[in-house]
């Protein structure tokens, strides 16, 4: 690309295999062998999905398939099953504060132990808040009336719609789910809903699959 020229191209080499290592370590604390790792990084069966920040994106896809591949035998072709897959890679825009990037040298930062510990917040509702911003699309802005809005919903309407059949399950029959037969609405609703639900997560467009979710438990 003629844009490229007399450009260098540089990675730390650590941040392409840390993945890698900390597969290892995840199956360790969960007292499994280490090595069940190539299951998740060497089988063409399996997917790992990679989240990167928009200004790693470039670098990161070009080396990791360069050492990936030049691993193999043959460098010139797709991964075989037992070597190194190539990764999904989904990029996201930046996280702004206030319209400026949120930035350490300019202090406008939240960190995660602030929000949780300090704050109170649930890691899910901050997980909730954050998918709702469409960050592979966009840049969007960090924003605690924003956050506070969106986890009322989550408390009210959202709770509600799964709360309520489950407490009536509860108070009048048994805590068990009583016979019957589904409306056709219900059964091709949640039919749909099953398969946006495959393919979104398969696409990492979770803004778009929550905002289904939420239309489907306040619909059906």
Same mark, same amino acid.
């Given at each position: 690309?003629? =844009? !490229?020229?007399?450009?260098?191209?540089?990675? +730390?080499?650590?941040?392409?295999?840390?993945?890698?290592?900390?597969?290892?370590?995840?199956?360790?604390?969960? /007292?499994?062998?280490?090595?069940?790792?190539?299951?998740? +990084?060497?089988?063409?069966?399996?997917?790992?999905?990679?989240?990167?920040?928009?200004? /790693?994106?470039?670098?990161?896809?070009? !080396?990791?398939?360069?050492? +990936?591949?030049?691993?193999? =035998?043959?460098?010139?072709?797709? $991964?075989?099953?037992?070597?190194?897959?190539?990764?999904?890679?989904?990029?996201?825009?930046?996280? !702004?504060?206030?319209?400026?990037?949120?930035?350490?040298?300019?202090?406008?930062?939240?960190?995660?132990?602030?929000?949780?510990?300090?704050?109170?917040?649930?890691?899910?509702?901050?997980?909730?808040?954050?998918?709702?911003?469409?960050?592979?699309?966009?840049?969007? *802005?960090? =924003?605690?009336?924003?956050? /506070?809005?969106?986890?009322?919903?989550?408390?009210? $309407?959202?709770?509600?719609?799964?709360?309520?059949?489950?407490?009536?399950?509860?108070?009048?029959?048994?805590?068990?789910?009583?016979?019957?037969?589904?409306? =056709?609405?219900?059964?091709?609703?949640?039919?749909?809903?099953?398969?946006?639900?495959?393919? *979104? !997560?398969?696409?990492?467009?979770?803004?778009?699959?929550?905002?289904?979710?939420?239309?489907?438990?306040?619909?059906?």
């Amino acid at each position: 690309r003629p =844009d !490229m020229a007399g450009k260098t191209l540089y990675v +730390w080499p650590d941040s392409l295999i840390a993945p890698i290592a900390f597969s290892q370590v995840a199956l360790t604390q969960q /007292n499994r062998d280490p090595s069940l790792y190539s299951e998740f +990084w060497t089988d063409p069966e399996a997917r790992v999905f990679q989240f990167l920040g928009q200004d /790693n994106v470039f670098f990161y896809v070009l !080396m990791q398939g360069a050492l +990936w591949l030049g691993t193999q =035998d043959d460098p010139h072709r797709l $991964p075989r099953e037992g070597e190194f897959q190539l990764t999904d890679i989904f990029g996201s825009s930046l996280l !702004m504060v206030g319209g400026d990037k949120m930035s350490k040298s300019l202090g406008n930062f939240v960190l995660g132990d602030q929000l949780l510990d300090e704050q109170g917040y649930s890691p899910d509702q901050i997980r909730y808040y954050l998918a709702l911003m469409s960050l592979p699309e966009k840049p969007a *802005s960090f =924003d605690f009336d924003a956050l /506070n809005e969106r986890n009322r919903f989550l408390a009210g $309407p959202i709770n509600s719609a799964f709360e309520r059949p489950i407490s009536a399950c509860h108070s009048k029959f048994g805590g068990r789910v009583p016979e019957g037969v589904l409306s =056709d609405k219900v059964v091709l609703e949640t039919t749909r809903i099953i398969q946006r639900y495959i393919r *979104s !997560m398969q696409r990492a467009e979770y803004a778009t699959l929550l905002g289904e979710i939420e239309n489907y438990a306040m619909n059906v």
